[in-house]
């Protein structure tokens, strides 16, 4: 489910849940986050690289779970979740680097806008499906993906639903560089070792500073992502979303009911 390896100070996730597309569901999302607070903790390792198995960097939230969790009472949530994630996300101090090395949707998107530096396969296709879904953006990126992209580059990626390509991804700030397939890991681990090779003191230092007007923002923001989802969650729009993707077709949104 989740790989590690450790060299030259470069800690290496990633995720394998292949058959899923490295789909979240609640056991990966508790094992990052478990190892984010044990790389965090651990005095040898000064960077972390995330990237994922197979042919998908990750396909987002697992949505036959997210179904079953709507659906099942008795259904029981992991210890960190979504939510504990992206807390970990935003607490961890060392330098923390992706590897997008195909598909990433939802989270698998999002996510680059609580990374350091984010490198991507010029194969790759990133997609933010929330309004396909019939939900809202999360992890806040309605406010980290207007600041990296501008805002209306990022209207359209999260309101679209439509696929970006790695060009527009460098083109618009939302990937530090794009490389040929073959050379994704090498040229994002050699980046990982240059940032590894300094003192752990300064990068998080670094870190800090960069990041130190965007904490109020982001944490605006998750409350208002988080409030428009228990709103969408299981409605009209949300509940057809799920039923088609279960079934196997487009979802049809013009039958829904005024307003929705």
């Not at 990633?14 to 986050?33: C, S």
């Not at 992206?86 to 590897?99: G, N, R, T, V």
């Not at 490389?179 to 752990?200: G, W």
Request: glycine fraction near 8%; aromatic fraction near 6%.
């Amino acid at each position: 489910m989740l790989r590690t390896e450790d060299s030259d100070r470069v800690r290496l996730l990633t995720l394998d849940r292949p058959d899923a597309l490295n789909a979240f569901n609640e056991a990966l999302y508790d094992a990052v986050a478990d190892a984010l607070i044990e790389a965090q903790a651990d005095d040898g390792v000064a960077v972390v690289v995330l990237t994922g198995s197979g042919r998908a960097f990750c396909a987002g939230t697992d949505l036959l779970e997210m179904a079953a969790r709507i659906g099942d009472p008795n259904f029981v949530p992991g210890r960190h979740g979504f939510p504990g994630l992206i807390d970990q996300l935003l607490a961890f101090e060392k330098p923390l680097l992706c590897a997008v090395n195909g598909l990433g949707l939802g989270i698998g998107a999002t996510i680059l806008g609580l990374v350091d530096l984010a490198f991507i396969s010029t194969d790759a296709r990133l997609k933010c499906p929330f309004t396909s879904l019939g939900v809202a953006p999360e992890a806040a990126s309605s406010a980290t993906f207007p600041k990296l992209m501008g805002r209306q580059a990022a209207t359209w990626a999260l309101m679209s639903s439509e696929w970006l390509g790695a060009e527009d991804c460098v083109r618009w700030g939302l990937a530090f560089q794009a490389c040929p397939p073959d050379e994704l890991l090498p040229t994002t681990m050699h980046h990982a070792r240059v940032l590894a090779s300094k003192p752990i003191s300064s990068l998080r230092a670094v870190k800090r500073l960069v990041g130190v007007h965007d904490r109020a923002a982001i944490d605006a923001a998750r409350q208002g992502e988080n409030d428009a989802f228990v709103e969408l969650m299981g409605g009209p729009a949300n509940a057809e979303a799920l039923a088609a993707f279960a079934e196997k077709r487009d979802p049809d949104f013009t039958r829904l009911p005024p307003g929705w």
